[in-house]
């Protein structure tokens, strides 16, 4: 039985997962999980793929001091949101070198912001595999805002 089988049905209608099964595969916790929803999961891709979802409430924590008057989502929570997605697209993908461990994030590349992330914006992540070798997991993530890309960058993190 695949781990996908095994974790918790979702709750709602239109994803794959939903909270209680990104909880069960991640470590992070409230304030810093940055994942909402698994919408797909495409492993027999060229490129194995994942696309989550994110939505950004005005009441994220970082709003109050982050550009008060004119609230902007940090870069680095979008990498970091990146990078997670990535971590999911991991445990899916190599569930036998990643069981029993936890995402230990090594590097970004190529990062670049290409539009503004504000309150009540709803992001599409999206990662794909370009290569996993001794237990370490090479993928670009991409962040979508509607049909805007706000966000992309080239990540590598270990599975320890």
Known sequence: MSLLETLPKPQAKD?????AAIL??????YP????DRVLSFEPEAEKAKITCLKN???NEPYFSGHFPSDPVMPGVLQVEAMA???CILAYLKFEEESKGKRPAFL?????RFRRAVRPGDTLKIVAEVNKFRHGIV???GK??????LAAEAGLMARMV
């Open 32 to 35: 810093f999980l940055l994942i």
């Open 15 to 19: 994803c794959l997962l939903d909270y």
């Open 138 to 140: 090479d993928f670009s």
């Open 84 to 86: 997670q997605a990535g």
């Open 143 to 148: 962040i979508y805002v509607g049909e805007d």
């Open 56 to 58: 950004v409430s005005f």
């Open 24 to 29: 069960q595969l991640l470590p992070h916790r």
């Open 107 to 111: 590097g970004v590349d190529a990062c």
